[in-house]
């Protein structure tokens, strides 16, 4: 998706140095291309096994032309609130392809999943699974659930995006999932109709998740007897990206063969709910270089774009390779790329190597698809960024440039 020509870094058929004439700076682009292939290689990974079924976790870019790209390549969407069921629905997907996720699901937004037809909630408390039953008798309707369960995994990734082990907040424990499916069969509006777990995300130890679908395995065997009809096994995402050029994540061909070694001894459609794996190296944030200030102790590139645009390095100490629109190989230099943001956490990357740095360049922010815009904010009152799509040659506005009178508009001056 990437080339070089004439030392212009360019996406697709597209150069970035073009892109941030016609667009402005900051803005996100995605490879088209690449998008179609992140999900063609799951397809294929997993063609053996066709009743899977691939729901792509809305919030790892919730763009409703990548919504729509997804859509029209068969996907199903993992969505976790009543924006994004709404994003969903505007794009024409398929009620029986949508899984619920999330901790805290209103009232409001079982109703309108009951409403909409959804394949099944997954229930992450007693509590809530009382509610759905309790809407659902009120409406009439039956709610298909499946339990998310918490398979205490260690998936050996950063503590804020590892949410599989005893103590976190998601699901409930595996040795008290048993009691939990007990009640559900019990309850007069649910059909019981899967198991669910998420054990973290950006993981790179496919044995996390081996372990993980063992337990469930387990659980399976044992709730089977309970006559009750469970025909989804939903494993989650969490399938880890290169972000650093060393790194070496699994294949999706590798992730399902391990899946699948399990799965075969399980009677139960698949469902995944990749976010990170379909979307992250497929996006870049592209970013002005404002000033260099230079002292003896820091060398600060000062650029466009802030944590309000991009979040990850300073919510989570993460890396993103950060490059030059147009590369050259003099004047290395080392710099700590800064955002305008009145914060001192308000870095994208710390001692980057660049060459022959200018004021005006444009830098390119790399493998910033997933978890990129959709974590952006108005701090500092900044407008959030637009977004383009790059397909062959051919750019598209994708989001317009958020304007400052959107800002203000639901504020009230109150004397
Ligand atoms: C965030 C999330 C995902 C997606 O995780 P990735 O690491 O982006 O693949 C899937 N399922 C649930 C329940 C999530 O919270």
Known sequence: MLNVIDNNLYIEDVSFESIAEEFGTPCYVYSKTSLVNEFTDYKVAFKDYPDTNICYSVKANSNLSILNIFNSLGSGFDIVSEGELDRVKKIGADPNKIVFSGVAKSALEIRKALEFGICFFNVESLDELEEINKIAGEMGVIARISIRVNPDIDPKTHPYISTGLKTSKFGIAIEDSYQAYQKAAKMKNIDVVGIDSHIGSQIFELQSFEDSLVRLEELYNKLIKL???????????????????????????????????????????????????????????????????????????????????????????????????????????????????????????????????????????????AYGSVMSSNYNSRPKVPEILVSGKDSYLIRKKETIDQILQNEVVVK
């Open 227 to 369: 006559d009750l009809n469970i025909r989804y096994i939903d494993i989650g995402g969490g399938l880890g990206i290169k972000y650093k050029d060393e790194e070496m994540p699994p294949t999706k061909i590798d992730f399902a063969n391990k899946i699948m070694k399990i799965m075969k001894k399980i009677n139960c459609n698949l469902v995944l709910e990749p976010g990170r794996s379909l979307v992250g190296n497929s996006g870049f944030l592209v970013t002005k270089v404002l000033y260099n200030k230079r002292s003896n102790e820091k060398n600060f590139l000062i650029v466009d774009a802030g944590m309000n645009d991009i979040l990850r390095p300073s919510l989570y100490g993460a890396y993103h390779k950060v490059t030059k629109s147009v590369q050259s190989s003099d004047n290395e230099d080392f710099y700590d790329v800064v955002g305008p943001i009145c914060e001192t956490g308000d870095v994208i990357s710390y001692d980057t190597p660049l060459n022959d740095v200018k004021l005006g360049d444009n830098l390119i922010i790399h493998s910033a698809g």
